[in-house]
């Protein structure tokens, strides 16, 4: 990404502050129709995406006299010709339906050549500026299934369909809300915009330094000290921010090299950042923007969402820090030194208690009366940057006007960074959605799955999870799962699974597909910052993760995992569940008390599953199992072939 310089981030900036003035105003006041709040949404993020994402990432001179790179590339601090030019070009189509977006909405069925060219215009253009921003694999699979639509009458087989004029393809996406303007378009401008500036905004007012400082003095204080503020600072920053790559970017710039003073090999310390920044995505009460894309999807208010995700996430993170106590307990890694450990009058000052919880609390108090989650945002926007303005330095003019750069840069960096190319990866995702639903390409999936439903639920839902982490590949959060969802939610409701149960399934495995190779987006980002190979990297981090891969498998089964029961019932569960994860997190790891045997990894997997299933037989052989493996590690030495014991503490520290 570019760093504008001079005029060009001041008319960068301008565009920024009045997209952000447009969202804020928009949520507190008025529901504009979707055409009109798309089109002036992406005219804004287009003009941004061509500002800021060059044509060649490599191709980015500091200064250059070429006639070429003017052209071409531009420079790391201004655009070239061709991005003015397809800055321009890109917005006349979102211009036009700004304008006449009524008459567009009326003409249903009818449509002028012209319409046509700007819908293919802008085709174009939102495929160009995802790839600049994101990388080739969502343009790539968006064209595929563009492709499908205009050639199904050729395909023979089962994924055979009618096929599709290229004009109504392009009448589908362009002039239609079921199109380019559909559901992520409508739902990015108007709700999970709010949501992605509100996390910068937060930490640039304090909140983050408050979340951090909590995080140490908490997390110091455990074993393996280090590794423990990464889990609770990921899981902080992780749920404004909504994405597993930028929480690693965030966070893990301070913990991994903390970690890798303080005695952490580079893969682990990598593996622990990756594994609980990818958490931060289904933790409450923010989660990732695919859980707002969710609640449309049903139809269901987001506050329903966000309980339902409160226990797996602390499963998942209860995972997590169980990993890293059995390799902080293998590697000898203790607490964090004191002298790195903030104080209990600084942790909770007064002014930084009131900064932390007073814009959090007031987003929770909206949430929970349920109000839309816009309006809930905006007014926690306002009351952070009033807090700030009051309470964040003295009363001068010249700190005041300090304290309002501040904010101004946390929006710039909000939008630039982050909503700029969400909002243009969304509407060309939503190109990619429209065309399943047209050629029933998703319900075709179904079919599939249905069938080997009828062979072993087990197997459909295998077959919907691996799917979900290959369309995920290469992608963000937010991109895998609507893929996914479109193509697959479908296929879980055939099975009779409840439709939150299902995408809440397909959400999570979306989100792994950030931590699974061949393509680990989120392991990637933590192996450049720890300096370490990042296939090791990965193996360790889904080891530690591992929750992340079973807790789906129980929740599509057993709502009481998702806040559904009795008061009793759901803490009973949600404490057996946490307590699971202690012998299945030594089952990967390999080591509890001390360096475990294949019998006693078999022993301890077993027992916590068992544990996990809610049932009172179940839950007594596993803790009796959990039990007979501590016995073992504790009394017993080796057995011959399947019990050897594996080197000792330090012959085993040395070969990793």
Known sequence: MRELTGGWKIF???LIGAWSIFLVYTALTIALHPLLQGGVSLTFGLALVFLLYPLDKKHLPEKSTSLRDKFLYGTLNSPSWLDLFFLVVSVIPCIYIMIYWEEVA?????????QLVLGVILMILLLEGTRRALGKAIPILVLLFLIYALVGQYI??????AGYHYTEIFYQLYLMTEGIWGLLTDLTSRVIALFVIFGPVLFAVGVGKGFMDLAQFTGGRMIGGAGQISVISSAFFGMLSGSSVANVATTGSFTIPTMKKLGYKSELAGAIEASASSGGQITPPIMGAGAFVMAEFLNIPFLTVMLAAVIPALVYYAGVWAGIYVEAKRYGLGKLPPELIPKFSE???PKQVVMVFIPIGLLLVLLLMYIPPQICAAWSLIAAMILFMIIGGPMTPKAAWERIKIIAGAYYRGVSAALAWLMVMMSCVQMAVTM????????????????L?????FLALLATMVCAIVLGMGMTTTAAYVIAAAVLG?????????????HLFIFWFAIKSGLTPPVCIACFTAAAIAGANWLRLAWIAIRLGIGGYIMPFFFVFYPVFLMKGTPFEIIMMAVLAIVAMFPLEAAVMGHFIKPATILERIIFFAGGIAVLHPDLITDITGIALIALGLLSQKYLGSFPIIGRR???LAESARKD
């Open 106 to 114: 009326r003409a249903v069925g009818r449509y002028e050549n012209y």
């Open 12 to 14: 960068a900036a301008i």
């Open 436 to 451: 399943i639903s047209l050629t029933g390409f998703g319900v075709k999936i179904s079919e599939i799955i249905m069938s």
């Open 646 to 648: 594996p080197a000792s």
């Open 156 to 161: 023979p087989g089962f994924f055979g369909h």
């Open 490 to 502: 479908p296929a879980l409701e055939g099975l009779g699974l409840p439709p939150l149960a299902g």
């Open 453 to 457: 439903a009828g062979v072993n639920i």
């Open 347 to 349: 942790v909770f000052a």
